[in-house]
């Protein structure tokens, strides 16, 4: 191999691996600037990049209706106030059900799904994950249970035309402000959040009715799962 040849190989991986390092950490770098900044999601950026629509106004936790948070957490992340970014619990018990990491379903926790939201990609894949979880646990440490829950509450898809946040899903499903919500419409709202393309909180089919139902009734026997969330 020419000399000459070697030496520009040898630099173009050397600026590779200083990309790639650069890229790793940016995410460490950027979320603590979170704290004072309202961030968006990566799909939101891709969205306006490709010239979709992006409906989202930030709505400060302070002015949302608490019955949301308090749904949401019964249905994503009930230890959502006393783990640490990852519920491992939980994580094991996915695994279990799992033949593969790729196919995991559940375990995901409010802080993983901020970290994928913020950072990452959609989908169930092995790299993801493996850099979802040191982000969830740091995002958990630098932001803290308050914020964390307001910027996902904030970034979170919540319709099937670009709608995100709680302030656009609550209008888009039910016409009102997000600091109005009712039990029953913030325990509609969690039950759309796992996939909001096909599942509707303004004309809720039979399978979201019930599972709103069920986590309504967790969430009102539950008034202490939001104690992290007082300020």
């Known amino acids: 191999m020419p000399t000459g040849f070697r030496s520009t190989a040898l630099r173009l991986l050397k600026w590779a691996a200083i990309v790639l390092v650069v890229v790793l950490l940016l995410p460490y770098l950027l979320a603590p600037l979170y704290r004072f900044v309202d961030p968006v999601s990566t799909l939101m950026l891709w969205r306006r990049m490709t010239l979709a629509r992006v409906e989202r106004t930030w709505t400060p936790l302070d002015t949302i209706s608490p019955a949301l948070p ?77 914020r964390l829950m307001e910027i996902y509450l904030n970034i979170a898809e919540w319709g099937p035309n670009g709608e995100f946040g709680v302030e656009a899903g609550a209008r888009k499903a039910f016409n009102k402000s997000a600091k109005d919500l009712t039990a029953g419409e913030a325990a509609l709202l969690a039950a759309v959040l796992p996939n909001p393309r096909r599942r509707s909180a303004m004309q809720p089919r039979p399978g979201v009715r019930r599972i709103a139902g069920i986590v309504q009734g967790r969430a009102a026997r539950a008034k202490s799962i939001d104690a992290c969330l007082k300020g």
């Open 70 to 146: 308090r749904a949401v957490m019964v249905a994503e992340d009930a230890r959502f106030c006393t783990h640490r970014g990852v519920d491992f619990s939980e994580l094991r018990n996915a695994i279990e059900d799992a033949d593969d990491l790729s196919e995991m379903r559940g375990g995901s926790t409010i802080a993983q799904q901020t970290a994928k939201n913020l950072f990452l990609w959609p989908g169930r894949s092995v790299v993801r994950k493996a850099l979802e979880f040191p982000l969830a646990l740091w995002l958990d440490l630098v932001l803290g249970k308050r």
